[in-house]
């Protein structure tokens, strides 16, 4: 299974799980909201920040903005379609703004691509790799366009066939992508739990021998960390530092105690999954002498007896003749006198 790097940042088969932290489009259009949610994404040791390079223009058509125009949860909308969406479009200056802030603080900006147009505008930004949203894997010709990069591609596939994901990857590969991984994913904010199938984690990664992580929309901190014990090598996840903030996707977001959580338990996860061969480590291999047992006389017994299984009992520590030795004891005669509980040696025995 290949690896591939992010900004140095090895991701693959043996290397700890690559935590994203999807911002999108939670800075709500405002930059000072954003350079706070990256400062606390960081602080919580996710590995990058990752936006949605949208605009007003490349993402939505006339007539559906003409549609949208009244919502009953005020929650989640303020206004119409056209007037959320302008608000929380990234613009290009906002772009460049908040690329700096992230390489100045040592955080790795990623963010999807919606338009041949927002390619460039992250190519110019030397960014590390292209994050390809579920809704686009059958968008042939964006795929084609950021294949033609060269730059590794992260490709979520939530609503997606297999038939189709296979259609993305071949593309991507035929156009000249760099190392593609792909993101299981459930398109649903948030999903019942029933419905995530992890297993296609393990699916997708025979199937394609690909990295595969997993792109969370559940709530809490079980479902990513489940994901990292059947193999995820990357976790994306949505971020905020307030969940009752007015937004499309606050309510289901990780908060900086949860992402914190999935940062460090993913960790300890990773690292306790180990190796496929059974090995005793010298810990263990010490604490034998302590928590095995030896065998030890159940009776007081004369010098000359022959030993019976009657005459043998086992007890800690396991420092002398184990309980699977015991079928060589039996039978052979005893050199003294031997009080019961004597832990027996092979001295002992004529």
Same mark, same amino acid.
């Given at each position: 299974?290949?690896?591939?790097? *992010?900004?140095?940042?090895?991701?693959?088969?043996?290397?700890?799980?690559y935590v994203i932290a999807e911002i999108g489009s939670n800075h709500n259009g @405002?930059?000072?909201? =954003?350079?706070?949610?990256? @400062?606390?994404?960081?602080? =919580?040791?996710?590995?990058?920040?990752?936006?949605?390079?949208?605009?007003?223009?490349?993402?939505?058509?006339?007539?559906?903005?003409?549609?949208?125009?009244?919502? $009953? @949860?005020k929650e989640k909308h303020f206004g119409t379609l056209e007037e959320m969406v302008?608000?929380?479009?990234?613009?290009?200056?906002?772009?460049?703004?908040?690329?700096?802030? =992230?390489? $100045?603080? /040592?955080?790795?900006?990623?963010?999807?691509?919606?338009?041949?147009?927002?390619?460039?505008?992250?190519?110019?930004?030397?960014? /590390?790799?292209?994050?390809?949203?579920?809704?686009?894997?059958?968008?042939?010709?964006?795929?084609?366009?950021?294949?033609?990069? !060269?730059?590794? &591609? *992260?490709?979520?596939? /939530?609503?997606?066939?297999?038939?189709? #994901?296979?259609?993305?990857?071949?593309?991507?590969?035929?156009? !000249?992508?760099?190392? #593609?991984?792909?993101?299981?994913?459930?398109?649903?904010?948030?999903?019942?739990?029933?419905?995530?199938?992890?297993?296609?984690? &393990?699916?997708?990664?025979?199937?394609?021998?690909?990295?595969?992580?997993?792109? @969370?929309?559940?709530? /809490?901190?079980?479902?990513?960390?489940?994901?990292?014990?059947?193999?995820? =090598?990357?976790?994306?996840?949505?971020?905020?530092? $307030?969940?009752?903030?007015?937004?499309?996707?606050?309510?289901?977001?990780?908060?900086?105690?949860?992402?914190?959580?999935?940062?460090?338990?993913?960790?300890? &996860?990773?690292?306790?999954?180990?190796?496929?061969?059974?090995?005793?480590?010298?810990?263990?291999?010490?604490?034998?002498?302590?928590?095995?047992?030896?065998?030890?006389?159940?009776?007081?017994?004369?010098?000359?007896?022959c030993i019976t299984e009657d005459d043998l009992d086992y007890k800690r520590p396991?420092?002398?003749?184990?309980?699977?030795?015991?079928?060589?004891? &039996?039978?052979?005669?005893?050199?003294?006198?031997?009080?019961? $509980?004597?832990?027996?040696?092979?001295?002992?025995?004529?």
């Amino acid at each position: 299974m290949e690896t591939f790097s *992010i900004h140095r940042r090895r991701i693959g088969d043996g290397e700890p799980p690559y935590v994203i932290a999807e911002i999108g489009s939670n800075h709500n259009g @405002d930059m000072a909201l =954003c350079r706070t949610l990256i @400062d606390a994404a960081k602080e =919580c040791g996710a590995d990058a920040v990752k936006f949605q390079s949208w605009s007003k223009h490349s993402l939505i058509s006339k007539a559906e903005y003409a549609r949208r125009v009244h919502y $009953d @949860d005020k929650e989640k909308h303020f206004g119409t379609l056209e007037e959320m969406v302008e608000r929380y479009q990234f613009t290009e200056a906002q772009h460049h703004e908040i690329a700096a802030y =992230c390489q $100045d603080n /040592g955080i790795t900006f990623l963010s999807s691509v919606f338009s041949p147009r927002e390619v460039d505008l992250l190519q110019s930004l030397d960014v /590390g790799a292209f994050k390809i949203a579920s809704m686009d894997v059958t968008h042939l010709p964006l795929l084609r366009y950021v294949g033609q990069t !060269g730059r590794p &591609v *992260i490709l979520s596939t /939530g609503m997606a066939t297999l038939a189709e #994901i296979e259609r993305a990857v071949l593309t991507l590969r035929e156009s !000249g992508s760099g190392p #593609i991984s792909l993101l299981h994913c459930i398109s649903i904010y948030p999903p019942a739990f029933e419905t995530i199938d992890l297993r296609n984690i &393990v699916s997708l990664r025979q199937m394609f021998q690909l990295p595969v992580g997993f792109s @969370d929309h559940s709530l /809490g901190v079980s479902i990513p960390l489940a994901a990292i014990a059947l193999g995820a =090598c990357i976790i994306e996840k949505h971020f905020t530092i $307030d969940k009752s903030l007015q937004g499309w996707d606050h309510a289901i977001s990780a908060d900086p105690t949860e992402l914190e959580v999935i940062c460090r338990e993913g960790r300890n &996860v990773f690292a306790a999954l180990g190796r496929y061969e059974r090995i005793v480590s010298p810990e263990e291999l010490n604490k034998r002498k302590a928590f095995r047992r030896r065998v030890v006389l159940a009776r007081p017994l004369p010098a000359g007896h022959c030993i019976t299984e009657d005459d043998l009992d086992y007890k800690r520590p396991g420092t002398g003749i184990g309980p699977e030795e015991a079928p060589y004891l &039996v039978g052979r005669r005893l050199r003294r006198d031997l009080d019961a $509980d004597h832990e027996l040696e092979w001295s002992d025995l004529s």
